[in-house]
């Protein structure tokens, strides 16, 4: 999704905002054969409490780092319990030349309800956002 008064330049970071999840690897997989073309900094940006669960963080990048083979992959935690108000922050830095996320589909009522984080983004960001279903059948390798 890119906004239509969006200015394009080189894309040389990009933050994907992850819950950590295992499944988030496959993702990363394809988005670091995105960022390749450019050689981007991909940061993994992690928005949770303080006393988040530390086993989540060393699985996940134990995990990465033996099936992607991409030098220019960082983590960044950042301490928080509002996860939109953390994801808008990193659109309002300027930080990013991308963001991407991870659209996972709920149940009838929780989508009727709820809207998703991504939902959210789609509507309120500036930066140009790649959307990554899940799950999907295959992901996209550039």
Known sequence: IVRYQHHFKKIKHIAFATDLSLTDIDV???LASFAKFTDAQITLVHIGPKNSHEANVKN???AMS???NYPHIYYRKMVS?????????LDENNTYDL????HRYKGFWEELFNQSNTQKMATQISLPL???PFPTQSLPVF
Do not use: A, N, P, W
Request: zero cysteines; aromatic letters at 8%; hydrophobic letters at 50%.
């Open 28 to 30: 990363l997989q394809s």
């Open 60 to 62: 996940f990048m134990t």
């Open 66 to 68: 033996g099936k992607i």
């Open 81 to 89: 319990t509002h996860v939109m108000e953390e994801i808008t922050g």
């Open 99 to 102: 963001l991407v996320m991870v």
């Open 130 to 132: 790649l959307v990554y």
